[in-house]
């Protein structure tokens, strides 16, 4: 509770069953049932980001089928300063920590308790994910198979609104003292699993199997290769019999997004013929979701992978070309060959480019004449003859208004100007590393891990216009995402000093 210190570390049976002899019995015959351990499972972190933050508790009551159980529980340094919040939230003082083993020092018995053994949370995914992660930073793996309350409970119970831990307690009218903290949480877990099995056996069953059924793999492919897939975000490859590249994808967490291609091979047309013919699987670990959505824009239009549609690249794109009002007409050219004015949009064909002129021209009641796109004869355009046009093809509206109301109509497609002098340099941090991605004019010219390559890569750039690139770098620099910086800054001999501002 708040206001209370914890001990930094209780040993394997020196703390009494926190169950009631009839929860442990009918853990004990589920337990038999599905021919395990259970694992009853609870972490406290220093907050919700799986990258910055650490874990400070760990709660667990391991189940068998005989036997009374067992309770592990112990504090764990984070290394990392203790918000005041979460110490509030979870009664754990800060100064309990400072005392406590760290993960390192506690990872081979943790791993020990939780071998072989069925892990059951709620919210499973959190937990298993932050688990993984904490052995990641010491270079190893760590598997297991789960069981989530959580989604037991939005299974059994389709009609309650609310499933977290809370309403479970609400719901069973449980005593819970000492919520928030790792070892409570996990017997309130075991408490719900035991209602369930005593109350509906049977769909409680039916309901674990669904929740691990897994979908048939390819024969080349394994579950350990896929459960090696870290919870992070990155990009991956997959390639078929012939080693060509069939597929890339990018997600924040690179493992549960592969298996969901596998989850849905059976609904869907791409997701099984990417199964069928899937041999190879890689993938590139990034720091955050940004570098993850550039990497995959880039490899899927220099790679050209057969099953993706979307990000491929196009020759010979269009855009709209346009010296502003009263200054002419807009004008329809290779994005490749714009040498001035404002940009708008960018299409696969000029003929594309040219519908979207019209449909602008329905919707705001443009001019087809001063929009270029019929001949500029005697008389109104053929649009005003139909009472689409306000007429500045025949002096019945200025031009000078009708270009404001153009403007406004292309506002949507407006490519941004490059706002700084010079290429920049976008840095990107998480999870322990750290990306350097070269960026001018909205092309992007590669990364490297090393600051000092960047140099080489400036003076062989390479890459042209991308309408995808520029949409996630103008997105990133809009919401504040990452940090820019001029190159060369970065490469000065005093290294970088200060980010950079846009300007105009």
């Not at 069925?118 to 995914?125: G, Q």
Request: net charge neutral; aromatic share 6%.
């Amino acid at each position: 509770m708040p206001g209370q210190h914890a001990s930094n570390s209780v040993a394997e049976g020196t703390l009494p069953s926190p169950l009631s002899s009839a929860t442990a019995t009918a853990l004990r015959d589920l337990a038999q049932e599905l021919d395990t351990t259970l694992a009853f499972i609870d972490l406290e972190n220093t907050g919700g980001h799986l990258e910055r933050d650490r874990i400070i508790e760990v709660g667990i009551i391991l189940v068998a089928p005989a036997g009374e159980p067992e309770v592990w529980s112990t504090l764990i340094n984070p290394e990392i300063r203790l918000s005041p919040a979460i110490s509030t939230l979870t009664g754990i003082d800060p100064a309990d920590l400072a005392h406590a083993p760290t993960f390192a020092q506690v990872a081979e018995p943790l791993r020990e308790k939780l071998a072989g053994r069925l892990l059951i949370a709620h919210d499973a995914r959190t937990d298993l994910a932050f688990l993984r992660q904490e052995w990641r930073r010491l270079g190893q793996v760590f598997t297991a198979d789960v069981l989530c309350t959580l989604r037991l409970s939005r299974s059994l119970f389709p009609d309650e609104k609310r499933h977290g831990l809370d309403a479970i307690i609400e719901r069973l009218q449980l005593h819970s003292a000492g919520r928030h903290r790792a070892l409570t949480d996990a017997r309130t877990v075991a408490i719900f699993l035991a209602r369930l099995y005593s109350d509906q056996p049977a769909r409680l069953l039916e309901a674990c199997r669904q929740q691990w059924q897994r979908p048939a793999l390819p024969g080349s492919l394994d579950a350990q290769t896929l459960d090696a897939l870290p919870d992070r975000p990155g990009v991956y490859l997959c390639y078929d019999e012939a080693d060509s590249l069939l597929y890339v994808g990018k997600s924040i967490r690179l493992r549960e997004r592969v298996w969901d291609h596998f989850y849905a091979a059976t609904s869907q047309q791409r997701e099984m013929r990417l199964v069928q013919q899937i041999r190879r699987l890689e993938w590139i670990e990034t720091p955050t979701e940004l570098s993850a959505l550039l990497l995959e824009a880039r490899l899927i239009k220099e790679r050209q992978p057969i099953l993706n549609r979307r990000l491929r690249r196009r020759e010979n794109l269009f855009t709209i070309a346009w010296e502003g009002i009263e200054r002419g007409s807009p004008r329809i050219v290779p994005l490749r060959d714009c040498d001035g004015g404002e940009l708008y949009g960018s299409f696969a064909n000029a003929y594309r480019a040219r519908q979207s002129l019209r449909r602008l021209a329905r919707r705001h009641g443009l001019c087809l004449k001063a929009l270029g796109l019929e001949k500029p004869t005697s008389g109104p355009c053929f649009a005003h003859q139909l009472k689409q046009c306000r007429g500045a093809c025949c002096g019945a509206e200025s031009r000078l208004l009708h270009d404001l109301r153009l403007s406004a109509a292309l506002r949507h497609l407006r490519i941004e100007h490059w706002p700084w002098d010079g290429p920049m340099v976008l840095v990107e941090e998480g999870g322990g590393q750290r990306l350097y991605h070269l960026l001018w004019q909205w092309i992007h010219c590669g990364y490297r891990a090393d600051p000092a390559d960047l140099a080489t890569l400036w003076e062989r750039r390479e890459g042209e216009f991308d309408m995808d690139i520029y949409r996630i770098c103008f997105n990133a620099l809009s919401r504040n995402r990452g940090t820019w910086m001029p190159l060369a800054q970065l490469l000065s001999p005093s290294g970088p000093q200060t980010t950079a501002t846009p300007g105009r």
